[in-house]
Every structure is written in structure tokens, then in C-alpha cells.
């Protein structure tokens, strides 16, 4: 059984990043007294019956997305199994009227795996952009993605990091090869010889991963990505969150107990590192309470083209989703080769927050755009 009062910490920052305002989740997370499967004021209780008031309403996509919440952390019983699957349903419902929003499933050796897709086209096939969130993100709350990819002149697929949602694929350390497997699914719809990847946190180690073996990667853009030290220091992991441990012996499926003889083999060292011949934009926190620092400075001394914007927050940089977004539009502007006005203008967005941090942060804390 989880720790309510951890999950509540960091639903916080899942809720935001599906677009539900704080006042909406605190006044859900008020009501929430366990994590007992099925009782009334259980987490997956409670936020499905807002999910399904919304539902009533007419609002399958905000439904979809506090059917998510319901389902978080992970699938560990019949309540978080129900949420999930009403979850998928709703964005079906929401996907029905998206002209262009397609499902596109793939598989690989280990198993099937569900995506949805947008922009595809064998007449006018533009670069690929594949979106993965992390161990505790569904697919379904990339509709936003889905909707925007076509401002920054590219195809977009949205998937699962394996194990998650309708990942079918095991979480492996060569779980990576699900990602090119994306690429072959999607075939000539797409310039998939420039292929970027949008991949958060453990989804950006596996995107580091895959672009030092599938050329067809051009790029990666990632947040909070644990890279080396993170898999090797036992020491630092005793302090991670347990939500997080808990997720990854549920992914690997391996006992918590066994967890610091298996994730070492899941490290990306120097001999990996330097196979990463495309460019990384990365954004780390500064006080980030799961990755170590150590990780962002394996990756400063191994990669050949790196930028890294620096925040002064904890995982994810929730308190900075608005300049963690334009750096990361910007960044895959670049990357794809283009921008023109748009990239100018998300630089002049960028200048007036990166002016206004400056101004407003404590002179004891150093924080470095870079």
C-alpha cells in the first residue's frame, strides 16, 4: 500500500503537468484519507468519482486525465486497473473528434505496445518527434503534444516507457530497442531519418540510450533524466522517494529488497555516453531529490553537443513548467534545423523569464541557463 501523504506531494506536480490547477487538486486531495483498494475515501476512490462528473459533463478529456491521477502510481490492483482502462477510453472518446490523431500500435521482440500519433503523411512526410514521459506517465496526457507538434513542423508519436500503461514491452536494460521500433511502425508516413525524441525523465535515459544505436535518432531533448550515478549509488538512492523505488521494482519486477543488485546494469557509463553523437538539451533542478547532480556532470564530461538549462527546484522543475517548455519548443526548433520567427520569439519569452528569475532569486542559490 502507498504512503497517502507522498502521493499527495507528488501528485502535485503530475496533476499541473495534465493541466489540472492546484485549487482543483488540493480540493480532490482534501478528501482523500488512504490507499485501501476500493474503499470510499481511497486515492483511486476519489479521483475517479471527479473523473467521473466530468465525464457526466460532457469532458472526456479532463476526465481522461483524473482517471490518470486515479491510476497513479502504477496498476497494482482492480481499482487502478478500472482507472486505467476508463482513462484509454475517454481519450478514445476525445481522440474521436481529433481530425489527424490516429492510434498506432508497435511491437518489438518482447512484447506490443500502444502509441497515438499525429501529422503522419506519406505525401508531405515530415520530421518525427517521439514523446515519452517517465516511469509514472500515461501516453494519454500528451493530447496537448498531439495538438502542437504541427507548429514545430513535425510528426508526432506518443508512447509509454515499458511496463507503463499499454507497454506491454518489460523494462529491461535494452528496453531501448521500443523506440525504433516506433520509427519502423510509422514507416515512410514520416522523415524518420530525422527522428527526435521529447523524453522525460527515466524516458530520456532510454532515448540516450537509443540514439547511441539507432542513427535515425537525431536528437533528444529530456528533463530530470537519471544517466549513470543514479543506477550506481545505493547510497544516494536511499534517500529517493519511496514512490519512485516502489514504481521501479513494479517496472523491473524485482523486489525492493534486490533493487541495488539490478539497476546497476541499467547505467550508461563513458563507453556509452561517447556513441552519443547527436545533440542533448537537457533541463536538470537544482534540487532535485531523485537524480543526482553527478548525473549531469557524466553527461557534461562524455557528450560532444550538450546544453543544459539549470533550475532551482526539485524533480521535474514543476514550479518552472512554463520556461521548461519554451527552452524545450526552442530546443527542438534548433534541433530540426529551422525556427525562423518562432524561434525568436520563444527566445524573447525565454530573456523576459530568465530576467525576471534573475531578479526574484535568493542570492545564495546560483542558477545557470545555459
Known sequence: MNDVEELKTFAAVHARTQRITPRRCAEILRRVRSDKDGAPDSWTRVWCEAAEE?????????????YAMARFPFVDGPAREHAHRRCVEMFEVWRGGQPGVERLDAADADGRFGCYAAGLS???????LIVMGGIVSVKEQWAPTLRQAARLGMACVVTEMPGVGENG????????????????????????GRTYALALSFGGHLALRGAAA???????????????????????????????MDTLAHLTGTARRDLDDVLPRYALGPADLVRVRVPVRYVASLRDE????????LLRAHLSDLKVLELDDVH??????????????????ELRGGGGAQAALLGGLLAAFRTRRRLTAPRDRAVRPV
Open 54 to 66: 466530468l465525464e457526466r459533463r460532457g469532458h472526456p478529456l479532463d476526465a481522461g486525465r483524473h
Open 122 to 128: 506519406s505525401e508531405d512526410p515530415q520530421p518525427l
Open 169 to 192: 514491452v518489460p523494462y529491461t536494460p535494452h528496453a531501448h530497442t521500443m523506440l525504433s521500433r516506433v520509427i519502423d511502425a510509422v514507416g515512410a508516413r514520416a522523415d524518420t
Open 214 to 244: 539507432d542513427p535515425r535518432l537525431r536528437g533528444v531533448v529530456t528533463t530530470g533524466a537519471p544517466v549513470g550515478p543514479f543506477f550506481t549509488d545505493a547510497a544516494w538512492r536511499r534517500a529517493v522517494p519511496r514512490v519512485t
Open 290 to 297: 531523485i537524480v543526482p547532480r553527478a548525473d549531469v556532470a
Open 316 to 333: 521535474a522543475s514543476p514550479g518552472h513548467l512554463a520556461e521548461s517548455s519554451l527552452w524545450t519548443a526552442r530546443s527542438l526548433l
